[in-house]
């Protein structure tokens, strides 16, 4: 099969980033059918075939140690072709499971998830409140990542301080080098990223008809080496492309470097710079040996911090996904470089997890299912330290409501990783933005560490040897010394049993006078520890989380809910009295304090709405599970009450002093919904009424 044409990349990536209008229809139009496999891989394999030859290329010039401006280049149009391939596997894909974003961010804000935050003067992008049930379900995700990992692996927990003195920062690189390009509208000062600008601009000629293919591949290998560019250079770039301000079209000032880091000063005097940490790591690192000493000197251990972290961008956007001040969960786990074999991998061995190796990207293969044991095996993922970890974070992501069929793991490339990084990968998930990655995990090296150890050496009589060989003595006393523990030990034991042992060397007798004893030398040996360090925004998960969990009621488009895992709902179950008569109040007091006693979060809802309509509004806050106090409750013996379940929305009855226990159990994932179905009945309609009540 011919090579895809260069010339026709920008032209297919225009089209997949700029769809064409619909005509007008006066009806609505057919679902869209998705493409079969066959039909799909079709249109796909020029595309892969185009990365594979790219990325070649790239391979042959390393190997050949070409210019690494060659090899820049060459990378720069591989990431170019796999982009264009990527739009095309998610162009292709089914679009049943596409969320609709404005229904779901209309409710996200009406129920007061998160909104802008100061929006009464306007608001400030980047920056946004949490409300009651956003609060709740943002601490309760945090809650299930200290509970599956820093209790579950026994992590050091640990919470620094925010503000950092700028000689940490400087030393570490970020002063220096944590900055974009950043271009401002000359007028009204409005500030936008140079390259993402740049970008978009470039773009919006080449879908203009009128553009030449001689022009077109020019900007094209602009936009393949974007990356790349320095100050200097985007200006030019912005003055030969008469880029302007797409909102005002005003001029735009030159280029600058534009620190992402959120400086200050510390204390009254303003004489000590610092920032706000950009990264919750540095507090880890910084506390390494206070750490190892906490853990009596030894490796393997780790450390996590959560808190938040600030990145001043240029141009936040996207919601949750690119903010100014979030929520950062991060775990350090350093290494013996020389032990990198987990004792609990076997536990996540057999997990079947999508990943996409960095051959496979290079190659145009799409991400494939792989059991995490083989791809350790196989040298796909680094180590099997790594890979527990990667199979941990899938676990965790999918527990808090993160979808499996919308996940993947994605390995960094070799241009993409830090140079002290020897394996990294990230987790992203499918959402309307793309592919968001969710965290990322890495494998490294670090600063010198220090352990003691136990050497066993054999120790022999100097001069009764030197007496035996004469000129040979030495040659003999160099075997001695390098014998391992396990030889020392057998000849020990033989001299100890027949009194003499044949050194092989000489074929010669070593009388048991020659032997003075074994002994175990303490040594201080410098090694330089690995670390795996996994890093989350919880953010990005809770967008995610929302995505994947957003559903409309079969039958009414207007009845919204998410479906959140029980373990991370903001609110566990709601409390019901199906009237208000002062009769059942004395039941919802008793519930109420019963479920506060078992820990579990519950909302009580006594208005006075129809039952359905309240069982709505706990729905589209996510509620897990509902009790309804209805007249059996209060007019029969034994006092039940009815229990239901937000997605099915089928119900079952049971005593009123068993059901904290049941949804204790249901919200830390000790029984399933059909657990609870197959043990009590299951209700069907009341027995008694309003009249029942009265005459009683």
Not at 309 to 336: C, K, Y
């Amino acid at each position: 099969m011919p090579l895809l044409p260069r010339s026709v990349l920008p032209a297919l990536l225009r089209r997949l980033a700029c769809p064409p209008a619909a005509p007008l229809r006066t009806r609505p139009a057919p679902a869209a059918t998705p493409m079969d496999g066959p039909q799909a891989e079709a249109l796909l394999a020029p595309l892969r075939q185009a990365v594979r030859h790219q990325g070649e290329l790239v391979r042959k010039l390393k190997e050949e140690k070409a210019p690494q401006v060659d090899i820049d280049r060459a990378v720069a149009e591989l990431k170019a072709r796999k982009r264009v391939l990527e739009a095309k596997e998610l162009a292709l894909q089914p679009k049943d499971d596409i969320v609709d974003r404005v229904k779901m961010e209309d409710t996200l804000k009406r129920r007061f998830f998160y909104d802008q935050a100061f929006s009464i003067y306007g608001g400030v992008s980047g920056l946004y409140d949490f409300g009651p049930v956003g609060c709740a379900l943002k601490n309760n995700i945090i809650q299930a990542w200290r509970q599956h990992f820093i209790q579950e692996e026994q992590i050091l927990e640990i919470d620094c301080t925010m503000l950092t003195p700028e000689p940490v920062l400087k030393t570490s690189g970020h002063v220096d080098k944590f900055a974009d390009f950043m271009v401002k509208d000359v007028k009204n000062g409005e500030c936008f990223r140079a390259d993402h600008l740049l970008k978009a601009h470039l773009q919006k000629l080449m879908s203009d008809k009128k553009c030449t293919a001689e022009k077109k591949a020019e900007m094209e290998n602009v936009l393949t080496q974007l990356d790349n560019y320095g100050q200097q250079e985007l200006a030019d770039l912005f003055v030969n492309y008469n880029v302007k301000s797409p909102i005002t079209g005003n001029d735009l000032s030159p280029p600058v470097s534009f620190n992402l880091m959120f400086k200050t000063s510390i204390g009254p005097g303003g004489n000590m710079p610092g920032y706000l940490r950009p990264e919750t790591a540095q507090g880890i690192f910084l506390n390494f040996k206070r750490l190892l000493e906490f853990n009596q000197g030894k490796l393997p251990f780790a450390a996590a911090q959560i808190g938040n972290s600030f990145r001043n961008e240029i141009s936040p956007r996207s919601g949750l996904i690119r903010v100014r001040e979030f929520t950062m969960a991060e775990i350090e786990h350093f290494v013996d470089p020389s032990e990198k074999n987990h004792p609990k991998f076997q536990n996540v061995a057999d997990l079947n997890i999508l990943l996409y190796s960095s051959k496979a990207q290079v190659s145009g293969q799409s991400a494939h299912l792989m059991r995490l044991g083989d791809a350790v095996q196989q040298g796909v993922i680094n180590n099997s330290v790594l890979g527990y970890f990667i199979g941990r974070i899938y676990l965790f992501l999918t527990k808090v409501g993160v979808s499996p069929e919308k996940l993947r793991f994605r390995q960094h490339m070799e241009n993409e990783m830090a140079h002290y990084a020897c394996d990294c990968w990230d987790a992203e998930s499918k959402t309307s933005y793309k592919n968001q990655a969710l965290f990322s995990v890495m494998s490294g090296s670090l600063t010198a560490s220090y352990r003691t150890v136990n050497i066993v050496q054999f120790e022999a009589n100097k001069g009764a040897i030197g007496k035996a060989y004469k000129k040979d003595a030495k040659v003999v006393m160099e075997y001695l010394s390098m014998c391992d523990e396990c030889y020392i030990t057998e000849m020990e034991q033989l001299l100890n049993e027949k009194g003499q042992h044949i050194l092989l060397l000489y074929q010669a007798l070593v009388p048991h006078n020659f032997r003075e004893g074994i002994r175990v030398v303490t040594v201080v040996e410098e090694i330089i520890p690995n670390v795996i360090e996994p890093s989350f925004g919880i953010g990005r998960i809770m967008y995610t989380v929302f995505e994947h969990t957003f559903q409309i009621r079969e039958g009414d488009e207007q009845r919204t809910y998410f479906s959140f895992p029980a373990v991370v709902a903001p609110f566990k179950c709601s409390v019901l009295p199906l009237s208000q008569n002062q009769e059942f109040m004395p039941f919802v007091k008793e519930l109420s304090e019963a479920l506060t006693r078992n820990g579990i979060s519950h909302k009580v809802d006594d208005s006075s709405g129809s039952i359905g309509r309240r069982y709505a509004r706990t729905d589209e806050i996510g509620v897990a599970f509902g009790i309804t106090i209805d007249f059996d409750t209060v007019n029969r013996t034994p006092h039940t009450a009815t229990l239901r379940d937000r997605d099915s929305m089928r119900q079952i009855r049971a005593e009123i002093s068993e059901l904290p226990a049941i949804i204790r159990d249901l919200a830390n994932g000790y029984l399933t919904w059909a657990d609870v179905e197959a043990k009590y009945p299951q209700f069907e309609g009341q027995e008694t009424g309003k009249k029942d009540t009265i005459e009683e």
